[in-house]
Nanobody, 117 residues
Framework: QVQLVESGGGSVQAGGSLKLSCTGP????????MAWYLQAPGKERELVST???????TYTDSVKGRFTISRDNAKNTLYLVMNSLKTEDTAVYLC???????????WGQGTQVTVSS
């Protein structure tokens, strides 16, 4: 079973920073678009940011200028640098891979980010 594994979550005060990481199989980092999603309690999963194989990025409006997505394909690792965190950023953050040549999509289990005031 293909696994994406997130790390780097934790508890921080508002205004603080965290760096999330996601590792997985070489196939995914070679061929797939990667993304970060968040899921807050009682809410639907939301797309945060995407990055193509070649490094083109998108961000949801609420995180523009605060979050930065990147990937190191040689290390099979996806990153999300989160600055100027707000209490409303509190959620489980999940990494995902899609638009893979085999038509599959892959998800991690998620890492909890808690921002306190």
């Amino acid at each position: 079973q293909v696994q994406l594994v997130e790390s780097g979550g934790g508890s921080v005060q508002a205004g603080g920073s965290l760096k999330l990481s996601c590792t997985g199989p070489t196939y995914i980092f070679t061929y797939c678009q990667m993304a970060w999603y968040l899921q807050a309690p009682g809410k639907e999963r939301e797309l945060v940011s995407t990055i193509t194989r070649n490094g083109a990025t998108t961000y949801t409006d609420s995180v523009k200028g605060r979050f930065t997505i990147s990937r190191d394909n040689a290390k099979n690792t996806l990153y999300l640098v989160m600055n100027s965190l707000k209490t409303e950023d509190t959620a489980v953050y999940l990494c995902a891979a899609d638009r893979c040549p085999n038509g599959s999509a892959y998800w991690g289990q998620g890492t909890q980010v808690t921002v306190s005031s």
